[in-house]
């Protein structure tokens, strides 16, 4: 089996696994980690390519995280930020068995626009990124951080935070990140929300600039899941506004005990 990079934290009776975005790795949740390690024990995941599971052979595909973290967690309450939330709601699906709630923060059934999904990123937003990429690895990650800032209150400081956190544990591989482009240009979880049988939270960002809030409340209409959207956030929230993140997860905590 791939060697998979996951922490474990706390001690509490709620398992709950955290599955990080594109780029970034699973330090970046310390203020949330910090929120919950009191009450709950945490798993805290570092996606294939990824920080300590750079070296991981893994592709950066839904269903292969989803069922490998799986198979190394307790069932679990799973929360999956931005490109995360695309395994956490894969893994929902498919291995509801492991899955006892689902918190869907600043994540997306589908990332890209289309024609009739107009709650995404534009499709050559996503194809730019892969050409910069090849171009200039750093300084294309760093823009990508300011749009994932972009528009918060906090934007300032949750900037100067993710650029701390961004190769703390060294750069992700290439591979995976255009791996990662791909996975959020294509997949399309929207038909299957209905499936869902676990609760579920879509936690948005009024301010987001790269997942529109709206698209989350659709979803969560969806799957008859809860809705919190938080005023003031864009799309790292757990950066500035971790308690009401923790809020607005609390009718899930007592799932994954």
């Given at each position: 089996m791939p060697e998979l990079f996951i922490e474990k934290r706390g001690r509490g009776a709620a398992q709950v696994v955290l599955i990080h975005g594109w780029a970034m790795h699973g330090g970046v949740f310390a203020p949330l980690v910090t929120a919950l390690e009191a009450r709950c024990t945490l798993h805290v995941v570092d996606l294939p390519g990824h920080g300590r599971s750079r070296d991981c052979g893994l592709?950066?595909?839904?269903?292969?995280?989803?069922?490998?973290?799986?198979?190394?967690?307790?069932?679990?309450?799973?929360?999956?930020?931005?490109?995360?939330?695309?395994?956490?709601?894969?893994?929902?699906?498919?291995?509801?068995?492991?899955?006892?709630?689902?918190?869907?923060?600043?994540?997306?059934?589908?990332?890209?626009?289309?024609?009739?999904?107009?709650?995404?990123?534009?499709?050559?937003?996503?194809?730019?990124?892969?050409?910069?990429?090849?171009?200039?690895?750093?300084?294309?990650?760093?823009r990508f951080l300011a749009l994932e800032t972009l528009g918060s209150e906090r934007a300032r400081e949750e900037l100067r935070q993710l650029r701390a956190d961004l190769y703390a544990r060294g750069e992700p591989d290439p591979r995976v990140l255009h791996e990662g482009l791909a996975m959020l240009d294509a997949t399309d979880l929207r038909a299957r929300l209905p499936e869902l049988t676990r609760p579920s939270a879509w936690i948005a960002g009024r301010r987001d600039r790269l997942i529109p809030w709206a698209g989350m409340a659709w979803s969560a209409e969806q799957c008859e899941g809860g809705f919190a959207c938080l005023e003031h956030a864009g799309h790292a929230p757990f950066l500035g506004y971790a308690d009401a993140v923790v809020e607005a997860l609390e009718p899930l905590l007592a799932e994954a005990a």
């Open positions: 592709p950066l595909e839904a269903g292969a995280c989803a069922r490998l973290i799986a198979a190394r967690t307790p069932p679990a309450l799973w929360l999956g930020w931005s490109l995360g939330g695309l395994v956490a709601l894969t893994a929902a699906l498919e291995h509801a068995q492991q899955v006892r709630a689902l918190a869907m923060l600043c994540a997306s059934p589908r990332f890209a626009r289309g024609e009739d999904w107009p709650h995404g990123v534009e499709r050559e937003v996503i194809a730019q990124l892969g050409r910069d990429l090849d171009r200039d690895y750093r300084g294309t990650l760093e």
